[in-house]
């Protein structure tokens, strides 16, 4: 099934039949974070949600998880995976990657494989839901910065509106479909959310993201 013979020992512990065929997306790393395995459910959400915004076809087997992870989170992910890889204990992350049409929140699980041998990801959805967030119209001037970028979390996927009053707008037209000028951040709520500090973190973020002590 998984035609690795290498992969199938590091899952001897779990059921990789099971884990191949599973809706939830599922992948292995090896301890240098390079992609090692993808299951159906990874092909599946990648091809429904045309590949964005973390997970695409193009990042295949041999790739660096991390280069599919924006900028600005790649310091949280390689801190937490490397812990979990070293210290031999799952983690748990709980994040939001929401389409234009459905509010999602997802539950990241990792679990060390081997003896630090490689760690296995599994992606699954523990909340699902219509939007409750009031639809903005994907009108450039509104949010573009003085370079013409436009600043988009990539958590939750609002769009920073600039401004003498700047807010975090959800803009459903630009999820589908992000404009060709956009830059990723992360919005103070999901910072706050989902990424509670760690030290390392909390000095790769902008100022404005950064908590104090
Ligand atoms: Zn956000």
Not at 33 to 45: E, I, K
Not at 150 to 155: P, R, V
Not at 174 to 188: A, D, F, L, Q
Request: proline share 9%; charged share 25%.
């Amino acid at each position: 099934m998984l035609n690795d013979p290498e992969i199938e020992r590091l899952l001897e512990n779990f059921r990789p039949a099971a884990l191949h065929s599973a809706d939830e997306t599922v992948y292995v790393l090896r301890p240098d974070l390079q992609l090692a395995y993808v299951n159906l459910g990874w092909m599946r959400f990648a091809a429904r949600n045309g590949g964005e915004p973390r997970i695409s076809l193009k990042w295949s087997i041999g790739r660096c998880v991390l280069d599919a992870i924006a900028p600005i989170l790649r310091p949280f992910f390689a801190e937490n995976l490397g812990k979990c890889l070293r210290e031999g204990r799952p983690w748990k992350h709980h994040y939001d990657c929401s389409s234009a049409d459905l509010s999602r929140a997802f539950m990241m699980t990792t679990y060390p494989l081997g003896n630090a041998e490689g760690l296995l990801v599994i992606n699954s959805v523990e909340q699902e839901s219509a939007h409750t967030r009031s639809p903005h119209e994907p009108l450039e001037v509104l949010y573009q910065d003085e370079l013409g970028l436009i600043k988009q979390c990539c958590h939750c996927r609002r769009v920073q509106r600039t401004g003498p009053e700047p807010s975090w707008d959800w803009v459903p037209d630009w999820v589908k479909s992000p404009p060709p000028r956009t830059s990723h951040g992360v919005c103070e709520p999901c910072f706050g959310s989902y990424y509670p500090t760690t030290p390392r973190f909390r000095k790769s973020l902008p100022e404005a993201f950064q908590t104090r002590e």
